[in-house]
């Protein structure tokens, strides 16, 4: 499990063992990612988080082989003075922190706006003083609605990937007015890439910038009314999980007609793991991290998703299985939303050589066996508890 022997870069170098400062690794991908690094690498982690229950296994108890690599600080970054010293004891900072749920971004977006860009910038400002590399975490979102969504709706043209496929180096960010509250994230997220990539042209900050597309696996958000709130809204995995889980009808926001394509987790980390240990590569390059060749409608994941728990729960699908629902009633006002998302991995290919592997149907197979084992038995107490009256 542990890491063994000389490990070799891309261009045949020996890979030093570093000290990773990561923020938010108590999340979705710095679970995955903490797992990577301590089962694969030599490398050790400062992981700083307000909750660590999602990377609970790898620090109790403390007597795993892997247990002198890994730290745990539970640090709120908006105010916390030992930021600068974690980051000053690190090799590379790794930045997730973030309110990353579209359900907050029209409901809460001076949270989001604060969270995306205010409260990412002493971490950029102590990298560049401090001569550190950075890896931040971005999103697809920044570039907000394709060209192609602007054509009429009979337009040839709307088949032509150039109106569609989303380029790093190429590709304008198209957001709603400012009303649609819905791109305070991804105009949050905009401007911390401009910061850092000012500070790499102004000031020499070694930086990498991740742009995610929809990854998703285990251990994403959580299940309303079992490790999260009853009146939360998690992003689209765990919403149609906890209906499953339920044996609710999936809600369909305006008909499920945007597009997306998912990337499996394990995958996705193979690519940060990468960067991570490619630095020559990686250095001042903004990489879409996706699987191009997994696109679906989200009425088609709501179908795929129902067959799928069907066969690894046993249990026969609903009679209905979708619902639509108003974007208005289920986000509320300023919702808007990007109509379709397939990343241009020209850039990641050319310099890390990563490929995603894994097909929607496998990585929804394994996800939502992961989803069955862990909640079906609580939702099921859940749902048997007399409701108090
Ligand atoms: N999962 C995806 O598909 C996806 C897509 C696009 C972008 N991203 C970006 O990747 C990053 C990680 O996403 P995720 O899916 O793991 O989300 P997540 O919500 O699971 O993880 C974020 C973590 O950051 C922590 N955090 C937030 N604010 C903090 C603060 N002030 N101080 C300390 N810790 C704080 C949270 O507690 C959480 O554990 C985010 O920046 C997100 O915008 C993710
Ligand atoms: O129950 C639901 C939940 C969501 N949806 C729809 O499913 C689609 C995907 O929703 P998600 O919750 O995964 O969020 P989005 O893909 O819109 O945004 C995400 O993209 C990348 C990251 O930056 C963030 O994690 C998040 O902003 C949206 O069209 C949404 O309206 C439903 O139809 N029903």
Redesign the pocket.
């Known amino acids: 499990m542990a890491a063994t022997g000389v490990r070799l870069d891309l261009d045949g170098r020996p890979i030093k063992p570093m000290t990773i400062c990561m923020i938010g690794a108590g999340g979705f991908i710095g679970s995955h990612l903490c797992e990577k690094v301590l089962f694969e690498t030599p490398h050790k982690i400062l992981a700083l988080d307000v909750y660590n229950d999602k990377i609970k296994h790898l620090l109790e108890p403390e007597t795993q082989t892997w247990a002198d690599r890994i730290q745990f600080h539970r640090i709120n970054i908006k105010h916390d003075s030992r930021l600068e010293g974690l980051i000053k004891m690190a090799d590379l900072t790794i930045n997730l922190a973030a309110i990353?749920?579209?359900a907050d971004y029209n409901t809460r977006p001076l949270d989001t706006i604060y969270s995306n860009f205010i409260d990412a910038l002493p971490v950029v400002k102590y990298c560049s003083e401090n001569n550190k590399r950075l890896i931040h975490f971005s999103?697809?979102?920044v570039y907000g609605k394709t060209i192609g969504s602007f054509l009429p709706t009979d337009s040839p043209l709307r088949q032509d990937p150039s109106y569609y496929v989303l380029n790093e180096n190429t590709s304008p960010c198209i957001f709603g007015s400012i009303e649609k509250q819905r791109w305070s994230?991804a105009c949050a997220k905009q401007l911390i890439e401009r910061l850092i990539y000012a500070e790499g042209a102004e000031n020499g900050l070694e930086f990498t910038i991740v742009r995610?597309f929809?990854w998703i696996g285990p251990r994403m958000d959580f299940i309303p009314g079992i490790d999260g709130p009853s009146e939360g809204v998690p992003?689209?995995?765990a919403?149609?999980s906890n209906n499953l889980l339920r044996r609710q009808p999936?809600?369909?926001?305006?008909g499920?007609q945007?597009q997306?394509t998912f990337v499996y987790i394990k995958d996705a980390i193979e690519a940060v793991l990468l960067m991570i240990e490619n630095s020559a590569r990686a250095n001042g390059h903004i990489f879409n991290v996706g699987n191009p060749h997994n696109e679906v409608t989200?009425q088609q994941l709501a179908e795929m998703m129902t067959e799928v728990y069907s066969k690894v729960s046993g249990e026969p699908p609903l009679e209905s299985p979708t619902i639509d629902v108003s974007?208005k009633e289920?986000y509320g006002e300023g919702y808007d939303?990007?109509d379709k998302r397939i990343p241009d991995m020209t850039i990641i290919n050319r310099q890390l050589g990563w490929n995603p592997k894994t097909s929607l149907w496998d990585l929804l197979e394994s996800t939502l066996t992961y989803q069955h084992r862990t909640y079906a038995e609580a939702v099921k107490q859940a749902i048997s508890k007399p409701v108090a009256s």
């Open positions: 990353c749920t579209p999103t697809c979102e994230y995610p929809n992003r689209v995995l919403c149609f999936l809600k369909l926001v305006d499920g945007s997306r989200v974007s289920f939303d990007s």
